[in-house]
């Protein structure tokens, strides 16, 4: 188990340094000069300069030969991605272009926004995917079997975009009852304790804050719980159908134990594991999601960010926001799969 | 031959059912699927209407303009003011119905090339890294294999010390390396201490033409190639490197790579399609290598191997007719998959250049507009998108139950 643990730990270095790589790779692909590219053509000669220096354009992308060739051992290693990796291991992720801000202090500012609605959107999925997987299961080749099959193919095949427009169209524009976008109405203030704006409104008492709050949240919380709720049905139901043929469900039933504590204290247990890793995988679609309904809802998160500095072209911000998600999408997968050791004894086992 | 014939004659009464292949049972099985059916027919609509379309309806979108008949709403019957409008119109005035047809030509190549791509790299990856983790290369391969390996990695000295010829010298090392293992195999101890010392001595040699330091680090480098190419490695390295590629760009979620790839590149239908096309090669590639483990595990390919059937003959007699059921099945979700990436990207501003109708773009055009309720704008690119979207997924589901019996619930 140990053993089994140290060595997934150490296979997520290479990943890493392989996301890191592919990171600093994507200004190559600006067509042109990427310093002209960043300000634009009418860039002065000094900002161009500016730019150069900052993201050590002058110097070679991996490693300095003609350094090399003049006796230079430290000049050969000296190089843009070498830099770049130093600035990394320093939590350092460059300064926007256009605000001169860094990078990191904005992201930390940005994500908690992004963290609250990516945690409401999976409670929402788990809450509709697993009780409707199990149901759908259990109640196989019935009409609310085939409802839920049907629902979920629509959910897996939604454009949340599309959905979040239509969100917006029906309860705000039409209905008027919700608001467009945003994250408080101004005038309401919360006092930020975590940023969660939900939880700092509970922990600190202010009821009308926590209405407000959740009234800007939920319809961007349900756009973005939309796909990965249709996968969890979908895994839950597969997985549950699977452990009900084994043998030992047919002998507890035999033994006339009632259909709830078969299908929760037998099936699920088992039927648990795949899920898991779904819900797993469904972390980082989430955070990628995040992207376009923060866009639509206006959410001042990281996704609505990387929007803006998509059309800002202020490519240190899409860099940085990449390589965050990347990392935690890379350490949610790790836990899984830890979890998963842990959960089934026969892993560790291999 | 004769013997054989009679047999089958004898066994005629027993096996009623005439021979059918695989191919006709599942499409037999697909007919009969309901779900699938309806799948098929979605497909098969928004393929006919958007290659029509773009065959015989031409359509201009640089001169479709008329603000006389902007945003307006469905109109099922012409009047002597407006015309037909069955979608309604956009803030331009132009026919929605007319651009969605039309747009489903740009959404849907958009998918198609993107999983053709996908598919043919990452399935030509996974299906050598699979066949060659499960089955011994023979000489040549390896010699092969070894010899571009050698050549892949002398390009770094001869990169540092700009001298081209030592690529081509440690090509010959690693060729080296296959024959002194099949003709000297007695005297396998010695060459932990021959190709090191050879390989530092065939970059640090050249090396010290151009400096000290340049011999002096290429030495280094020639040592540590010298030292992987000792031995040669087998088709499990090669199946190593390639899956560790493929969990990098797997370590980004879904479509954030290709919309980072193409913020990067600026937008375009073509990169898009690139971008998404990428981003979904380690799928196919992990599909194509665990397909192909489990196939070459089976008695059919084992016999093949033990007759001396040659390895091209056994991976496209015996082992890719048996992969292609899942890749299939992969392969039309996959389509759906990239036509939302896709459509996403348009939204987002990333994929077709306005005024070229696209789904997305359509949507992100008239999200803007969103507060005058004109919901018709919003309405029928996105239904579209998902009508098109579970066709591909309805017809993936289906085709898997239609393909693959055993794993049918």
Redesign the interface.
Known sequence: MGRYILRRLLSVIPTLIGVTLVIFLFQRLIPGDPAVAMLGERATEENIARIREQFGLDRPSFLDRDALAEGDLAGFFDSQYSRYFGRLMRFDLGESIHRRIPVAETLKERFPATLELSLLSMSIALLIGIPAGIASASKRNTALDGVTMVGSLIGVSMPIFWLGIMEIMLFSVFLKWLPTGGRLPTGVEIQSITNLLLLDSLLTGNFAGFVAALKHIILPAVALATIPAAIITRMTRSSMLDVLQEDYIRTATAKGLSLKVVLFRHALKNAFLPVITIIGLQAGSLLAGAVLTETIFSWPGIGKWVYDSILGRDYPIVQGVTLLIAIIFLFVNLVVDLSYAILDPRISLE | MEETKFEINGLEDFAVREHRSLWIDAWRRLVANRTAMVGLIVVVLFLLSATFAHFFWDYEPKIDLDYGAKLLPPQLIATEEVDIHLFGTDKLGRDIFRRTIHGGWNSLRVGLVAVSISLLVGGILGLLAGFFESIHMNFWESFILMTLLGFALGMLPA????QFFQAILFALLGAGSVVFDRYLNGKKKHRLYIFPALGAMLAALPGLM?????AL?CGVVGLLIGLLLSKPVGGELFSNIVM??M???L???????A???V????PGLEKGMIAIGVVGIPVYARLARSAVMSVTQKEYVLASHAVGESHSRMLFRHVLPNILSPIIVQATMGL?NAI?SA??LG????GAIPPEPEW?AM?GDS?KY??S?A?WA??F??LA??LS??GF??LG?GLRDALDPKIR?
Do not use: K, Q
């Open positions: 990169w540092i010390a700009r151009v400096g000290p330091m340049v680090v560790r590629i969990d990098i760009i370590s980004f979620p879904s479509y954030l790579l919309i980072a790839i913020a990067f590149l600026g759906a939302l459509a996403a939204f987002l501003g990333l997305g949507l999200y969103l507060s309720g919901w919003v309405l690119p996105g998108i998902m979207v579970l997924n309805l589901d619930l």
